[in-house]
């Protein structure tokens, strides 16, 4: 099942540190990234200035098996937070067969050698200063005896209800004991929102060059790609109602708001791993 993951859900092995666990960004259809809170360390750190001191914890079932979480905090007092990011599963079957030299049969049946875990980390040093923001990403992958270390950086600028994103800037890197490395391309990603008495309006765009990544597009050229996201959110004071769309696929949510406590749920379709669902939790002291 990993492998069907980080084939289909991607198109390379970085994507996996791009899951987005916040329930009310996937509510909105990934299009609202002003978040004033510790999720700024994964999502936005320019606006770690700006935030109180909490805790967010984000969950997201992946697809059967495969699990998401990240944890951060964003320290009293000062414009910057860490953060934790694990996607892992366990239980994958490494298989061979009596006669490599062989296609498989009713004669050269496959055996099972050894059953591993996987496990893919990041750890986040995110700090603000005026209306910019910078994550320091240290990376992990490793199955069996395959293993990899890497590092990478995010920025973000933020200028009242506009923000920019830049994942992966350089690009990051990540280099695995075969002796091989592996680059994790650059994703921009530029949003903005309105509110109206009640009603928050979002919308983003994300640009990216990912090999072969034309799913669900609004525009897919060679290389490069082009995603529209949108969202919409009705406040009911203690209950938040939300839709949106992530290019073509529609997703909803909604959120819970009780005094420093907010829990919020998001579920969007993906074309390969069908509905998926994130949910979230907020503490802010």
Do not use: C
């Not at 009293?76 to 062989?102: A, M, R």
């Not at 406590?261 to 949910?279: A, E, K, N, Q, V």
């Amino acid at each position: 099942m990993l492998f069907i993951l980080i084939d289909q859900f991607s198109n390379y092995g970085g994507e996996v540190y791009r899951v987005e666990l916040n329930g009310k960004l996937i509510g909105l259809g990934s299009s609202f990234y002003n978040f004033k809170d510790a999720s700024g360390v994964f999502y936005n750190p320019s606006n770690l200035n700006y935030s109180n001191e909490s805790i967010f914890f984000g969950f997201g079932l992946l697809y059967e098996g495969i699990n998401a979480v990240s944890l951060s905090y964003k320290f009293k007092n000062k414009p910057y937070g860490i953060g934790l990011y694990l996607v892992l599963t366990d239980n994958i079957e490494f298989t061979s067969l009596p006669d490599t030299t062989k296609p498989p049969s009713e004669d050269n049946k496959p055996y099972i050698t050894s059953i591993e875990n996987y496990l893919a980390s990041a750890i986040y040093l995110s700090i603000g200063y005026k209306n910019f923001g910078i994550s320091a990403k240290i990376l992990y992958q490793g199955i069996s005896d395959y293993k990899a270390f890497g590092f990478g950086f995010d920025l973000s600028t933020n200028l009242k209800n506009f923000s920019i994103i830049l994942k992966d800037f350089l690009p990051s890197l990540l280099y695995w004991n075969s002796k091989t490395t592996e680059f994790i391309p650059p994703m921009i990603i530029i949003s903005t929102y309105s509110q109206y008495k009640n009603f928050l309006l979002s919308t983003s765009l994300d640009f990216s060059t990912i090999e072969n990544r034309n799913f669900d597009r609004l525009i897919s050229f060679n290389n490069f790609s082009m995603g529209f996201r949108f969202g919409i959110e009705y406040n009911l004071n203690v209950v938040s109602l939300r839709g949106g769309f992530r290019n073509s696929k529609p997703s909803f949510g909604f959120g819970i708001n009780y005094k420093n406590y907010s829990i919020d749920y998001g579920s969007f379709y993906h074309s390969d791993l069908g509905l998926t669902h994130r949910t979230s939790l907020t503490i802010k002291f």
